[in-house]
């Protein structure tokens, strides 16, 4: 009996496609670096959406902070989800 080879090329493949575009996608990240004050400012989000719009300058500024903690169980074993963004949007009129 002969085995089928075309499907199993097809999923390989694909398969291999993916892990080379992850390769290549890490290849071009560049390592960051820890900025005391960039943490001291996200630490400083409240909860929730706001947006603010200076008066004197042109443009607009938002943030988000959504903490949660999950717990899987009454006494079992848990996490903590802490995600912050801080956004600017600058137009101008050139």
Do not use: C, W
């Not at 075309?6 to 496609?17: E, S």
């Amino acid at each position: 009996m002969a085995l089928p080879l075309a499907p199993l090329a097809v999923v390989a493949a694909k398969y291999g496609a993916v892990a080379i575009a992850g390769y290549a996608l890490m290849r071009q990240i560049q390592p960051g670096r820890l900025d005391q004050r960039t943490e001291d400012a996200l630490d400083e989000v409240e909860d929730g959406l706001s947006s603010h719009r200076p008066r004197d300058r042109e443009q607009v500024n938002g943030t988000a902070r959504f903490r949660r903690v999950i717990r899987l169980g009454v006494n079992g074993p848990g996490f903590e989800i802490d995600a912050t963004a801080l956004g600017r949007l600058k137009m101008r009129r050139i």
